[in-house]
């Protein structure tokens, strides 16, 4: 059990490079499951959500071989033209992502068999907007032994509208739809980057999508896609992270290969506590030069502000000057983080989705857990503004979606070192 042990009091400054989203990657692998023959996805990030993903696609039939060019990962998956419609428990209870295969699995082999993801640290994930959306093109949904059976005999266009901008749900009802009879109209679509995204390779696999980019998708279902090459969208949440690093520490951090319009609200946050912030072409620069000012923070689907920046904001905010409340509105359970870094002596009281967050001049390191990938890095941040060492459990969350973190941060001065544990023991 590994823990990242980190020494308080670095100011990052520098460069670091960002590349594939997470959210997105694990999406467009599964979708090259829709057409049979290779799909190439560039621009991978290497996280070890993508080798379980890997491990899923090849356990229904795949090949898939990664290589790079350049500076720039890749994996094509070869895909089959019969596919076993299976994946297994302990596969998907390691990635909740993987439930994505359910909609290209459905509208490609008319069924599908996969576990039902269970527990989630950040709250809990019902799929009802899943189900009801499938049920509507009139798949038959079961949950029998764990597991999601999910049967097509005719997979057919239908109306559908969404309680909430659910992402997940948006994808496997689009992903089914794209194979269906006739056209699929989806209101109330999430509209993320990752969403566009994945619109993107659909279409250049030969699919029929209107609407992209809005929250009302227009899927005409065609006979058969094709494979294709694609490059991720850039990881906006690991981009925002080292935002929120670089108001922290009073750093100053250029951040490339990120676009920097797909963070409008949180780079607007910056701006209010106190930061320049330069808009490239590649990328962006943040520098944070005196103690950051206190900001709120509402979470909501895009283009609200990310859930998944909440609690690297509220590391920031734990050494900002000024009181902040934080509005979660997406996952409640991820307040589970305010107790870690309650721990390091942040003042955090939390009330249901809000909490408020009065800004101290500095923490303290202590042993804390991460409970989930967010919560990990806005740890590791924390104990970058911390007296003394702060040692963060439980990184193997971390390692899920950000590539050789603890590397990044030496590059831009941080003392953060992989150990063994020593406080937590075996
Ligand atoms: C995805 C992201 C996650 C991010 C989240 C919101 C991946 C792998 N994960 O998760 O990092 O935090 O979007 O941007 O891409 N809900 C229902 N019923 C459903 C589906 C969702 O009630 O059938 C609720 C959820 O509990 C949550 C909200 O809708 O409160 C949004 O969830 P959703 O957008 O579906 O998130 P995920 O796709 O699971």
Redesign the pocket.
């Known amino acids: 059990m590994d823990v990242l042990r980190v020494v308080g009091g670095a100011r990052l400054d520098g460069r670091v490079d960002v590349v594939g989203a ?2 997105s990657v ?2 467009l692998m599964a979708a090259s499951l829709l057409a049979p023959g290779e799909t190439t996805i560039g621009n991978l990030p290497a996280i070890s959500d993508v080798t379980i993903m890997r491990q899923l696609l090849e356990g229904m039939g795949c090949g898939a071989s990664e290589s790079r060019v350049g500076a720039v990962d890749r994996v094509t998956i070869d895909v089959p033209d019969t596919l076993d419609p299976e994946a297994p428990y302990d596969l998907v209870r390691k990635i ?2 993987s439930i994505c295969v359910l909609g290209p699995l459905i509208a490609r082999t008319g069924r599908a068999k996969v576990a039902l993801p269970g527990g989630d640290a950040i ?8 189900f009801a959306g499938l049920e509507k093109m009139g798949v038959e949904i079961h949950i029998e032994h764990g597991y999601v059976v999910a049967d097509a005999p005719e997979l057919r266009g239908a109306s559908i509208w969404l309680d ?6 948006t994808e496997n009802i689009m992903t089914a739809a794209v194979l269906a009879k006739g056209t699929t109209v989806i209101d109330n679509a ?1 509209r ?1 980057p ?1 969403i566009v995204d994945l619109c993107r390779l659909l279409v250049s696999m030969g699919a029929q999508i209107e609407g992209i980019g809005t929250s009302t998708l227009s899927i005409t279902g065609v006979e058969a896609l094709h494979g294709t090459s694609h490059d991720a969208v850039p990881d906006r949440i690991v981009a925002g992270t080292w935002a929120m690093a670089a108001v922290a520490t009073r750093g100053d951090i250029t951040v490339r290969g990120a676009q920097a319009h797909h963070l409008e609200i949180a780079l607007d946050k910056v701006v209010q506590a106190g930061g320049d912030v330069d808009v490239r072409a590649d990328g962006f620069r943040v520098r944070m030069d005196d103690r950051p000012k206190s900001f709120d923070v509402v979470t909501l ?1 895009y283009p609200g502000l ?3 920046l909440q609690p690297q904001a509220i590391a920031a905010l734990s050494v900002a000057e000024g009181t902040a409340m934080i509005t979660e509105n ?2 409640e359970a991820r307040f589970m983080f305010c107790d870690e870094i309650a721990r390091m002596g942040a003042d955090v009281r939390t009330d249901g989705h809000h909490a408020v967050v009065r800004g101290r001049e500095k923490l303290s390191g202590a042993p804390v857990r991460a409970t989930d990938i967010r919560a990990g890095v806005g740890l590791v941040i924390a104990g970058l503004v911390a007296d003394g060492v702060t040692e963060v459990a439980e990184i193997h969350h971390i390692d899920r979606g950000y590539v050789r973190f603890e590397e990044q941060l030496r590059a831009l001065g941080a003392d953060v070192t992989r150990v063994e544990s020593s406080t937590f023991g075996s």
């Not at 909430?164 to 749900?169: E, K, L």
Request: avoid cysteine; aromatic fraction near 6%.
């Open positions: 997470k959210n694990l999406k909740r992502g709250g809990t994930r019902p799929l009802d907007m899943h909430f901008p659910s992402v997940g749900a999430a993320e990752e689907p990310a859930t998944d997406l996952f």
